[in-house]
């Protein structure tokens, strides 16, 4: 058996593994206090992570999501991974679990939607890597696995560059 087999195999036992053991690490949104959450509307898409969104005293600020990383522009796969969140949240009312606040004085944080949680929508399709520097989260990974399985979106390139490579090898050029 070649290395390329046993690797595949590896990965869907993982996955398989990994889809049984009960996550916790997220909190759902009904768990929320004041304190570490903000509503507002999104009027803004810089890029597949990125956000502007209006509170409701008209504050305008800008987001970054956690624990994931989206392709940077110049990078394969940037106008879909931003076309998608824009297609997902563009003018909706989200609300965001603040995780931090990034260098760039942006706020960082779990962006909730109709449901959904837009940093895993983007793991489950394929248009982000799970940032693991930042984050263990065992169902963030499985989602990331699934869609390389499926060759969703970057994965559907045999050897995608992450975005932390990318913005490492444009500050050295």
Not at 25 to 50: A, H, M, W, Y
Not at 104 to 114: A, C, E, F, I, Q
Not at 125 to 141: E, I, M, P, R, V
Request: hydrophobic content about 30%.
């Amino acid at each position: 058996m070649t290395i390329k087999k046993y690797f595949w195999i590896l990965l869907l036992i993982s996955n398989a593994f990994f889809s049984c053991k009960e996550t916790t690490e997220q909190t759902p949104i009904d768990t929320f206090t004041n304190e570490n959450t903000l509503n507002g509307l999104v009027v803004g898409i810089s890029d597949g992570d990125s956000f502007k969104i209006k509170l409701a005293n008209n504050e305008v600020i800008r987001v970054r999501l956690a624990y994931v990383d989206s392709p940077e522009r110049g990078q394969d796969f940037y106008q879909k991974a931003k076309n998608f969140s824009s297609d997902q949240i563009f003018k909706k009312s989200v609300r965001i679990k603040v995780t931090d606040t990034d260098r760039y004085g942006r706020t960082v944080g779990l962006l909730y939607y109709d449901d959904k949680i837009l940093n895993e929508e983007l793991l489950r399709n394929g248009f982000a890597w799970h940032y693991t520097y930042y984050s263990k989260d065992k169902k963030l990974q499985q989602l990331e696995n699934q869609a390389r399985i499926k060759k969703l979106g970057i994965w559907s390139h045999n050897h995608p560059t992450p975005p932390w490579e990318f913005r490492r090898n444009q500050k050295n050029n």
